[in-house]
Each structure stands twice: as C-alpha cells, then as structure tokens.
C-alpha cells in the first residue's frame, strides 16, 4: 500500500516530506490514511504550505523557476493577488499552489530546463539537509531529464561560470591542505578546545601581517638602497656631518654590538641612520630613471600603518557582529552552553574530563550568578555603601601602582642614561645600564598583575566583571609603560633651542643620530622581552610544571600548576607587536625581527600551553575571544602610532644621518612633493579642505549617523514585534489543526455510521429476502 | 605495501562523482576517510570497494564508537543514531561520510542546525523538551548536577528559547536559539 509507506517515512523524516505531485492534487489525504492521520495530529501537520516548500524538489525546481525570467509566472501573480491579498505573500507557495490550477492553461511554464540550470540545481542540492541517497536520487532525476544545450554566447558564458567554479574549489581545497601550523592547531583544538585555538590563530594572524610589512618595507626601502646606493665615505677627511657621524662609531665586540644594537649593527641597513637621503637614480634600456627614496620611507610607512588598521577592523567588526547579535540575547545563556556548550573536536579522555568539569563549573556558575543577583537584591544599604567604598579605595590603589610604576621606569631611564655618558665605567657595568630600562619595565609588567589579581578580590565583582577589570588594568599597565618609556627618550630627543642647521646635532644638547638611538633603545626592548618570554617559557614554567606533576605536594601544586592565561598571553603578543610597529620605521630591518620573532612566538606558545599548563577550568568562547584580541589590538594601535605620528609631524630630524637629514620636519617633504603635483590637483585638494566643503560633509556625516541608529532602533523594536507575531501564529495553527482534526474526525464517523448503516440495510433486506 | 590504499579506481571516482557536490569533505580527504573507516573493521572492509558497497556494508555501532573523534563525545550514541541508515547506530560507508560533512567546516549552518537539532531531540518526538534537556544535561556533566539544579537549568533553558508558550522547543525556535549561539559553528565542528 503506497499510503501506508509514505506515512511510514514521514515518521523519519517529519517536515522534510518530498512533495510529490500528490499532495498537490488532493485537497485531503486519503480514506485509509485518516485513521492514521487524527490519530496523530502532528501528521496532519505535515501538509501545511510551509512544511511542503521545504521538501527537496519542489525546493530546487520552484527556487530555479524563480530565477528565470518567465512570463507565464508574472501571469500567475497577478491572477493571484486578488485572492491572496491579506495573507503573507510567498512567492515559492503562491508558485506551488497555482500548479494544480494550471492544468487548465497550456503548459508554458514547462520550460526545459538548459544545462546551466540543472547544473545549478545540483549545486544546490549539496546545501540540503537530506541524506546522501536522496541527494543521488535526485541528481539521477535530474539528469535523467532532457536538457536543452546552450549555444554560441550562452555556452560560452556558462563554460566560463563552470570552470571558475571549479578552480576556485580546488584553490581553496589545495589551500586548505597547506595551511601553515594545520596539525598544530588540531592538536591544540583536541586538548584545550576552541578559545585557546582562536589565540593561536590571531598569532597566525599577526605573522601573516608582520610578512606583508617586511616584503612591502624589503621591496621599497631596503632593496632600493642596497642595490643603487653609490654614496662614498671618505673616513679619512670628515667633511659632512654624516661622515663624521659614521666615522666615530667605534666598533666594539661583535656578540656585544648584536645584543645592543650598536657598532657594526648601528652603521648597518637595520637601522634609520644608514638611509641615504638622495633621490637614487638608475639606467635602465639607457633611459634615466628616478626612486625618490625618502618619499618610498614615509609612503611605505603610512601604508603598513593603514593595512594594519584596516586589518583589524575588518577581522574585529566580524566578531563584532556576531558580538552584537549575542548582546541582543544575552538572554540566551543557559541554551547557548547546553547546546553548544561541548565541544565536538575534543578526542583526548584527559581533556573530555576537563571539558565534563568546565561545563559542569559553568553551569554552576551561572546558577551562582543567578544567587548573587537575588542577593544583591536582597543587600541592605549600608552593605552597599560598604562595598562602594571598597572599590573606590581599590581603584585608587590601582591609580597610585600605575603612577608609580610610571614614575620609576622615568628615574631608571635618566638613571641609566646618565651613567652610561659618564666615561669611566667599567664595561661590564656599562652592559648592564643599557639594559635597565629594559629589565625594569618587563619586571613590573610580570609583577604587578600578580599584585592587581590580588586586589580584585576584594571588589566583589561579577566573575566576568572581575576578568574584564583585571583585563582593563593590565593593558594600561603595559601601555603606560611604553607610554612613560616614549615620554623620557622624547625628553631627550626634542629641541630645546632653535634648530640649527648648520650645527651637526641640529640642536645644542642632543645626540648625534636621535633616530638610531630610538631604534636602538626599542630593539633592545624587544630583544629583553622576546628573551625573557622564551626564558620563563622554557626554564621557569617548565620546572614548575615539572615538579607539580611529579612532586604530590600541596604547596608545590600550588606554585607549580599553571593555567593556559589567555589574556596574559594575548597582551604579551600586542605588546610585542605594538614595539615592532613602532620600531620598523626607525629601524625598518625590524620587521625582518618581527616576522620571525612571531613565528617562534607561536612555537614558544604552544610549549607554554600544551606543555605546562592543564587546560583552565573557564570555558573560553571562540567568538568573545577573537573580538577581544581586536579590541586589545585596536586599543595599543594608538599608542604605535602616536610616536610614528608625533616624528614626522614635530621633531626636526637629524642633520647627520638618515633620510630626512635636510629637512625641517619630516612632513615637510611630503608637502614639497605635493607641490610639485599639477596645479589642478592642488587646488582640487585645496578646495577639500576649505570650509565650504568641510562642514556640509561634516552635517551629511551626523545625518547618516542619525538615521543609522534610528534604522538601528526600528530594527529591535521590529524584532520584538515579530517575536510576538510568531507566538500568535502559532497559537493560530494550532487552533486550526485542532478544528480540521475536528472536522475530520466527525466527517469520519459520519461516513462510517453511514457504511455501517448500509450494511445493516443489506443484512436486512438480505435476512428479509431470505425470510421471504 | 609502502603505497596508499588503493580505495576507489578512477572510474570509480567519476561515477562517484556526486562527491564533489554533495559533501563538504574534500575530494582529496575522503581517501583519508575511507582509511579510517577501513581500519575499524579491516577484515570486513575490503581495500576496494564496490559501488554498492558504499551503502550496504554496515558496520556495526560497536565499531565506530571507538574512533578518535567521537570516543569522547557524549552523544556519540545519538549521532551514530541519527545519521544511520536503519536509525540503529549502523553507519554504512555513505552515512559515514555524510556525518563527517556534516561535521565539516565547510558545512553551511542550516545542515548543522538541522542535524544538531535532531541529535538534541532524543525521544524523536521533533520538539526539544524538558526530559531531552535533561537527557543532554546528564551527558554534558556526567551527572555530577543534582536534580534539582538540572530542573532548575532546565526550566531557565526553555524560559529563554520558548515562543510559543508550549513548554517545549520546535525546530524553529530551536533555530532561532542556536542563531544567537555563536559558538555553535566552531564547537559543532570535526576535524578529520
């Protein structure tokens, strides 16, 4: 009985029913398929429009219909739109409903399906969520069907879309086999889960970006110089400045010069002082071509800075999104761990327990913060108060660390600059002075968060409140210091005294090459940093771990186990790259450093994680995670840039070395090269910056904002409205079956009293005939 | 015996064509997946198989929950389950594969709400309700929850996703949920 087997799969696959031509033809179901049908109301169910628009081929057939042009459907519509005016006007249902009509019409609307078409139903067959054999049966129908062979033009554009298609899947797929660190990060994914894998993927992230800084600044600063520099120095008479700059760098021990940046180092590419500041000019094809080497610095400059920015914003606002659509429904919680709370990649035994405990801490959690809310409720006045003041002690606190902190890498700065310019120190001690801003500064970044972790508890805080506060101080923490560190070499660096052109300094008091000794101080840093990272990592943390899985002793389990830290790590890795986006431009073969300091970076951290630290007990969330990491980035972006921004805008470049050695100010370049633009370029951009534009792109710009955020405000309203209108439609359909079961049922027991009542006739007359 | 399993002859692969456009694995990975799939069962499996065989060899449910990447998986019972030809827990080479597409990356989110709701849904009763929560809550923590805090999350689950009031979460509040989960793409994934 074929009614009785398509009732069978409907109970597998309920709402995914194929609509097969009979649904259409037939208003109600079958009499044998009644009994079945108010037995089970959910059945009847299943032959409502909107279940049927789901099944698979009237999906694909009513959806390819849609995208041809045809006329014989516009005809339909209109046909329709009298009698459908009130209800939601589908397009796909309105279609499918009209089929059965148009048995009376000629079938226009059997176009044959071309080539393209059907080659563009099966593509869309592999997006539908039914098993495999039924895709193949429908593949099979639909080749099987005869199709038109497009010709000339049409074939041609249609080859072309089939074989882009192609190539770029199997682009993708070759890509996807490459991907660097593939087996890391799986690894990875399997013990810690998918937050910690997104850290490792930002880090990924930055390498690639740290790579296209070094082929960009490689390709228009650096080769440039090497390959057409032809400046000669003539060490035996100084006569310019540069000569006797470069001629004085005494050459020290090479190890020494390496870890310090000076000697045969400071006289090299690496840093800003060895750019000639000439427009290099070469032959090629006997034409004489120019490469304005100065302009290439700064241009190069502004435009690694620019991809960066839009770098991050692009990779944030899509975390953002999705951040925005979750902050809507915060509401969603509790569903949102139960049902995507496990995490499916993870296939070691050790980290399921892990991920059993961290789901079950989460749960408890929540219901925590569910107790502390009612107690908070319930909390007296003075309570409050109490707790008021508290964290206002606590934050003050926090303000005077951070200020202190500031005020002593200022002191060891002067401190340290001051021994080194006496001349009798002994060389050892000399070593020791270059590298104490450095110490300094990573001491207190690992020591004060310790102190900061420590305070938080009194708070009382909201476990997430606390980490995002934890989080907000150690990022000032870290920027504050480079902050003061940029604020103590300015106060070196800047012109006391009108500049001077013709003194070699360019002002009184100031060293020789100010550039080459910022970059120096900022490779030094970064080396101290990126050295003490590796030595923590490796020596530290290793041996702590060690003991702790060795050693069954509570004081040692208390020093010796570690957690994977995310935000610990994820300001590591900023403030590294912060240091480097600075210190490319005054160093620009930094980003040679850069690159590969990120790609050990990446080793470095995964020992740190895989190694010596049992995975957290907090749950981190892919997305959450990913838009932090932008933020952090967005927020330290500022602080490269001030200073980049602050040396070509305000301080007068050095006379001796560099690029830039002739100039008043480093932008002033840029201007003189802007005016040597045609004149119609000029005064095109003259006119951008004159009031008469100014202010009405300024009053269009508030506009915009306005009307965005009232579209913003319509959207939310309009969503809580339709949740409404769904919860009445529901109600509606429910009543609706209700009523059609009712209906069913009663026309059912009607037509069987009727045959039963004709039965009993015949046994009547039949008794009667008998009888007589 | 240094080289690859030979698993599907050329001619093979184009009448298997329908792989490139129906699965989200690549084409390239499913000899990896055919791999795995023999080394469960190798006596059983041949080397290579025939086209029909992809779907009428069944191995048993035993077999595939010893795999790597559902050993530790609590509902690996009601995956096996659900993508099984004969609703069992029997995966035949072909349900196989479509639950490691599935599972895929590439995988758009409605097929992976699809399934997720039908896995969540354990008595088959197409609404996710209290006594499934309960079920997945159980799974989830290992029953470690008390009673009453699983009633309790239960209750604060279906307060949050319910719309229509009927104590009980249909597909399409049950997709509504989910869309709001941004989580779900990444957690709901498998890497071969």
Known sequence: MSGGEKKKRATRSQGWEEAGSEFYQESYPGDGDMEVLWKDPKRLATLLPSKQTRAVGATIRLRTQDNRTNKSTVRRHTVNRSRRDSTVHRRTSTVGIDVGDDSMLPDLSQMRSNEETAWEEIMKLKELPIPMAKKKEEKAKIMSEEHLLLQGYEQFKWKRKKAWHQFTTRISESYQKMELWRRDLKHIEGHFGTGVVAFFRFVKWLFFLNLFTLVLVFLFVVLPTILLDDREINCDEENTCYEKYYCRINESNLALSIVQGTGRLESSLLFYGFYPNEIQSYTILNKKMYFNLPLAYILTTIVYFLVALVAIVKTGSKGFRERLIQGEGQFYQYSNLVFGGWDFCIHNEKSANIKHKAIFSELKALLEVERLKEERQGRTRQERWRIIFLRFIVNSIVLAILTLSGGAIYLVFNYSNQMLNKDNTAKILQFVYEFLPSMCIVALNITVPVIFQFLISYEHYSPLVQIRMALIRTVFLRLASLLVFYASMYAKIRCTSQFDPDDCAGCTGRTNCWETFVGQQIYKLLLTDFAIQISITFVVNFLRAFLARHIRNKFIAFIGEQTFDLPKHVLDVVYTQTLCWVGIFFAPLMSVMASLIFFVLFYVKKFACLVNCKPSGTVYRASRSTSMFMVVMLVSYPVALAPVALTMSEIPPSVSCGPFKSLTTIWTLVENTFLDTPSAVQSMVGFLTTPAFAIPVFILLILLLYYYTAVNSANRHMVTVLKNQLVLEGHDKKFLIDRLLLFIKQDHDKRSRLANHMVDGDTITNTSSLQS | ?192
């Open chain 2, 1 to 192: 015996m240094g080289n690859k399993l030979i698993t599907f002859t050329d001619q093979q692969l184009v009448n298997y064509q329908l792989n490139e456009e129906s699965f989200f694995v690549a084409k390239q990975q499913h000899f990896r997946v055919y791999k795995k799939f023999r080394e469960m069962k190798p006596d059983v499996i041949p080397r290579v198989m025939k086209k029909n065989e992809a779907y009428s060899i069944k191995l048993p449910v035993e077999c595939t929950e010893q795999l790597a990447e559902f050993r530790e998986n609590p509902f690996k019972q009601r995956i096996f389950k659900v993508f099984s030809r004969d609703s069992r827990g029997n995966l035949t080479f072909e349900d196989f594969l479509d639950m490691l597409s599935v599972f895929s990356e590439a995988a758009p989110r409605d097929i992976k709400v699809f399934y997720a709701f039908r896995i969540y849904d354990f008595d088959n009763d197409q609404f996710v309700g209290p006594a499934d929560i309960d079920t997945a809550l159980t799974l989830l923590t290992k029953q470690e929850l008390t009673v009453e805090e699983r009633q309790q999350i239960t209750e604060k689950v279906i307060e949050e996703s319910d719309v229509d009031g009927d104590g009980k979460l249909s597909y399409i509040e049950f997709e509504h949920c989910i869309t709001r989960a941004p989580e779900f793409l990444s957690t709901f994934h498998i890497r071969i």
